[in-house]
């Protein structure tokens, strides 16, 4: 299990979210900092377990339309 570590002054927690990427936050209290990681290391566990569903990823409009455009459109085949 990681730990707040010291940064500048505040309190930095870093884990790996259920998606598999890297995130941080900082508090200016170790406790709220100790506390909430634990509820973030317990949330990605959960996911991973199945025992809970997964935040949805940040997406873009033009992500949205990229997927579209290769996935979900066909052309028109010529009449005749």
Do not use: C
């Not at 209290?29 to 996911?47: G, Q, Y």
């Amino acid at each position: 299990m990681a730990k707040p570590v010291k940064h500048y002054g505040r309190w930095r927690i870093r884990w790996i979210d259920e998606h598999g990427v890297r995130q941080s936050e900082t508090y200016d209290d170790h406790k709220d900092a100790a506390h909430k990681l634990r509820e973030h290391e317990v949330h990605a566990e959960e996911v991973r377990l199945g025992l809970r569903r997964a935040n949805p990823l940040d997406r873009t409009f033009d992500g949205l339309a990229d997927y579209w455009t290769d996935n979900r459109t066909f052309e028109a085949k010529p009449e005749g």
